[in-house]
């Protein structure tokens, strides 16, 4: 019979896979897979876990609130993650206490010695979450929507962008770009529950709100989303041929234009 149980957190699923494999192979653990940190949050509510190893590139919300969500929720849980780089603790966690960490690509041999090391390594006390200001509420204004749609179509122009919209909890605000209106709506679908699983995460950590910040590959094309204030979002939608750096820059350049008209 298991003495551990480890819930691996990863969307990439021959790697999950693998992982999984491998971690059953050491003496005494069973593991599990999912694929995003929503699904991550229902697990460790439904199945007391000894060890999360979490990718931190997950597709639905950004890893390191997640990991703030079970460092926090479940205080004797512990947690390993995989870097996008290298082999260190991401610096935006270097005050969360985390067990270990696991590259990937992975050398075989010393998996055991990783898990193990996790699995004994000391559990240091929890600090208070923060607190934090929400920010002030959209204010209304007669033009502002046209004047947003105007840095929106500037945004839409300069990268080529399928679709640009603007988003107000599950409300479409405004969009521009080529993509149908069956495309826009799904899109605003896809946003708004991604905002709703951001802020399940600050309701678990005690915080009042949470930076959303976002971005999602499918196929050729890539999502990016960030909030203006708390429950208004802007997304875009560029071919893949355009790096995620300049598209960053350029979002939240107009969002913080569109935030100047609130």
């Not at 971690?23 to 199945?47: H, K, N, P, Y």
């Not at 699995?119 to 006390?125: Q, Y």
Request: charged content about 25%; overall charge negative; proline content about 6%.
């Amino acid at each position: 019979m298991a003495q551990h149980r480890v819930l691996i957190v990863d969307a990439n699923e021959a790697f999950a896979t693998l992982l999984r494999e491998e971690v059953e192979r050491i003496e005494g653990i069973s593991a599990d897979v999912v694929s995003s940190g929503q699904d991550a949050l229902q697990a460790t509510m439904a199945t007391p876990y000894t060890l999360a190893i979490v990718d931190m590139d997950l597709p639905d919300l950004p890893a390191s609130h997640l990991v703030r969500a079970l460092r926090s929720e479940h205080p004797d849980l512990r947690l390993m993650v995989i870097p996008l780089e290298g082999d260190q603790v991401p610096a935006e966690l270097a005050d969360v206490s985390i067990q270990g960490t696991l590259p990937k690509p992975f050398f075989l041999p010393e998996l055991p010695e990783r898990i193990h090391q996790a699995l004994v390594a000391p559990l240091s006390a929890r600090s208070e979450p923060e607190k934090q200001v929400p920010p002030p509420a959209p204010k209304p204004a007669g033009d502002f929507q046209s004047e947003a749609l105007s840095r929106m179509s500037q945004l839409a122009q300069e990268l080529g962008a399928e679709a640009v919209l603007l988003i107000r909890s599950d409300e479409l605000v405004a969009h521009t770009g080529r993509m149908s209106e069956n495309g826009v709506s799904a899109l605003t679908s896809l946003v708004s529950d991604a905002w709703r699983a951001s802020t399940r995460v600050a309701q678990i950590l005690g915080k009042e709100s949470l930076r959303f910040e976002q971005s999602i590959e499918g196929g050729e094309y890539l999502l990016y989303s960030l909030a203006i204030v708390e429950d208004l979002i802007l997304s875009v939608v560029v071919a893949g041929k355009v790096s995620l750096g300049i598209i960053r820059h350029r979002a939240k350049e107009t969002a913080e234009g569109i935030r100047r008209l609130l």
